[in-house]
């Protein structure tokens, strides 16, 4: 039974299982060896304003609708994400109706502009969430981020106050101090996170420069590419200038989630590993820096988007649980 304390931050009522109390195991094996069956989802192409479009994958439609929960996932995401994956499982039953919202370029489709996502990035999210508030208007909406998408819910949150469009909020292992997270994934082994995540993102980049003509939109040309190994450059060169900040220090000062903790209105959960391997304890906020409607759980263990619970050869995760109470709880407040 769990019970939320808003205003303060509480040990999470979770329990790391022996064999997984390292938090590199924790972050990498209910990934791979989580067990799950797949959930089928039904893809929407929602078109922009600005000329280019949002993928959103819709979870399988219930009876009726009592809430929508709106998923946002982590860095180079996508509706096939083990933690996605794992939270459509979890709602299976339930009176809701769940769908995910792709950032730009992460459904598998290059989008059409040359600007893409970031941690920061809330007009699409805003956009998505006024598309699926004219669908089912007469029903509570609940957004649910991780990793990226976390952080970027609590910016959403904070920046609109009162107005936020949203009934509850649950934010899961977000970089919420983003300067200190580039430090912390360039250091030991989490690099090897760093250089997959990077990997991925360049692939992605050298696609986009195949099809638009990025002169001037970054600080790099098509060979200096490779030359990005560290998400500090990768932001300096990319992310800070393509979305109209003036360098990464710029770009993590004002997306960083953690600021807007303490302006947030609407009830909010945030859970947090202290062993994150993506992140230091610089990403932890003091008492005063949350809201009397946020609620920041956190727990000795967990990794990144880890959580495991089970055997190791019948691995879930304890987040499904943690999240479809807490939504329960506030949908029966």
Not at 123 to 149: C, E, M, W
Request: proline share 6%; aromatic share 10%; glycine share 8%.
């Amino acid at each position: 039974m769990f019970t939320t304390q808003f205003g303060q931050k509480t040990l999470a009522q979770y329990s790391a299982p022996p064999w997984c109390r390292n938090p590199h195991l924790q972050t990498i094996w209910p990934r791979f060896f989580g067990r799950r069956q797949l959930v089928e989802t039904q893809l929407e192409r929602l078109e922009t304003p600005d000329g280019d479009f949002l993928d959103l994958a819709w979870g399988p439609a219930p009876e009726y609708v009592e809430a929508v929960i709106i998923l946002f996932h982590g860095l180079e995401g996508s509706k096939d994400s083990h933690y996605i994956q794992d939270m459509l499982q979890s709602a299976l039953g339930k009176p809701w109706q769940v769908v995910l919202m792709h950032f730009r370029g992460c459904s598998g489709s290059p989008n059409r502009t040359h600007r893409a996502y970031h941690s920061g990035e809330t007009s699409d999210p805003l956009f998505t969430i006024a598309h699926i508030k004219q669908r089912f208007p007469n029903v509570p909406l609940v957004g649910v981020g991780y990793s990226l998408g976390g952080n970027m819910l609590m910016k959403l949150a904070g920046e609109t106050q009162t107005h936020n469009p949203l009934s509850a909020c649950v934010s899961v292992s977000a970089p919420l101090r983003l300067d200190e997270c580039a430090k912390a994934i360039a250091d030991g082994f989490s690099k090897v996170y760093q250089h997959k995540l990077l990997k991925s993102m360049r692939s992605n980049l050298k696609q986009k420069f195949t099809l638009l003509d990025y002169s001037g939109k970054v600080r790099i040309n098509e060979t200096q590419i490779d030359n990005l190994t560290t998400f500090d450059q990768f932001d300096e060169n990319v992310t800070a200038p393509l979305h109209g900040y003036a360098s990464a220090q710029d770009y993590y000062q004002k997306c960083s989630g953690m600021q807007f903790l303490r302006h947030i209105t609407v009830p909010t959960l945030v859970l947090h590993a202290l062993d994150d391997p993506f992140m230091n304890q610089g990403v932890i906020p003091n008492d005063q820096a949350l809201s009397e409607k946020v609620a920041y759980e956190y727990s000795p263990r967990g990794g990144h988007v880890g959580f495991a619970q089970g055997a190791p050869w019948s691995t879930t995760t304890w987040l499904g649980k943690r999240i479809c109470a807490f939504i329960e709880e506030q949908l029966n407040a």
